[in-house]
């Protein structure tokens, strides 16, 4: 049955919070000078600033994905519409860091919930193929769309009010979604749910929150001991979490899923992408800002054009995989990404803004393109019962190939940075970053600062350089392996999963 003029104008309530979302993961690097001048927060407490937020949105997802297929999908959006809004409220105001350490960690416990239940109420709202697609492709449109907004909406703020402005855009935003849900929205929910696994949350949680702060803290201060071993912590605790839901009659997540090449490749594309956008952003606003000396407002208007192509790249897949097998189109995504980042690895000390808004628009068309196919893949093969694990499966997904982007690629570019400024004999404190190599020049007598300035920007283009190589190679890599296995899926893509004789659906 199709969907008609309620479940469309339901549509846009949906692309509200995803929106939303994704501006607030990318609009904050813009606010942390303002932050660091009027909280006086530690280094360790501004880490945290930072990274609360999206541990937070990594762990949650899964368990907050299932408690959707139980609760009901628009109950648990609304609920948390309602604790994003608040915490938005809190955060602005907040008069330390440990407050905004605090409400940035609920801020990633609203998004939690409302990621998982705007994808699986999607799935449960467009049953026709055709009309699914299109959903999707404005959902991840929304998605990409604000990734490159953010830093344009945070620049504007910046630029006339106080730092908590960033926080407080989400409240108008919340208050419509809390308004029009119940009108527009239909509740749903598994028919016959199993009983809710808690075990399970605490494992999945042990598992994904090490992980990703093992991660993250390998980028930013090389392999010590303690992110290792919470790397390692993670692993074993996903073995574990994976053991209890094979042995499980009703799990949290189907890891049978992963026996279709489809499904598998589609989450792997969907890693990929994110891995190479969210880990090109660390190079991109520092080349911006750093090297081109743009400020807040401007550094966000290079972002307009990327946003543009991504918005249509959204809009282009659900026509593409009507003509050309999915397969096919994944692969052309990944290599229009890959040559995006082609041209962002030419780039050097002059500041050549066409190069780069010329690589950013191909980078963000190519993967936005792959994150849209894959997304409606991942969650076609959800029976509409299980939708909401399934979709949190896809955003769990999405947050670790952001993290790996970030250590993986600040890694390469951090290595090569050190590398070439430790030759030219720079003092310690600019060896960390750019910034902190610039904040060291200025301190410096001139001739000095200058020749330090000019050296710390050359070194951190050579790492971006080899980051942006090292990305484009693996997009090509993934070019190659996803046509071979989504060759099965034709043009009307939908693996159909059918009942085994226990009467759980598995894909074939």
Known sequence: MKAGRKQWIGLAVLVLPVLLISVDLHVLSYALPFISASLAPSGSQLLWIIDVYPFMLAGLLLPMGTLGDRVGRRRLLMAGAAAFGAASAIAAFSPSADLLIATRA???????????STLSLIRNMFHDDGQRRIAISIWTGAFAGGAMLGPLMGGALLEHFWWGSVFLVNLPVMALLLLLAPLLLPESRDPHPSRFDLPGLVLSLGAILPAIYGIQHIAQEGFGLPPVLAVVTGLALGVAFVRRQRSMPDPMLDVRLFGSRAFTA?????????FAMVGSSLFTTQYLQMVMGARPLVAGLYALPSAGTAMLAAGLAPVLVRRVRPGAVVCAGLLVGAGGFALLSGLDVTGQAGLLVAGIMLMAGGVTLVLTVSADLIIATAPPERAGSVAGLSQV???????????????????VYRGRLGDAGAPAAALDTLGGALEAARHLPEPAGT????????AFTQGQHQAMIAAAAGLCLMALVA????????RAPRPQPRPDQSGRHVLR
């Not at 020749?451 to 050359?458: D, E, I, K, Q």
């Not at 046509?483 to 034709?490: E, I, N, Q, T």
């Open 266 to 274: 589609a989450v792997g594309a969907n890693t990929l992408g994110v």
């Open 483 to 490: 046509p071979v296995m989504l060759r099965s899926v034709r």
């Open 106 to 116: 609920l801020l990633g416990l609203g998004g939690a919930t409302l990621m998982p």
């Open 397 to 415: 997904a999405t947050e670790f190939g952001g993290a790996l982007g970030i250590s993986v690629l600040g890694s390469i570019g951090t290595a």
């Open 451 to 458: 020749a330090l300035a000019a050296a710390a920007r050359a």
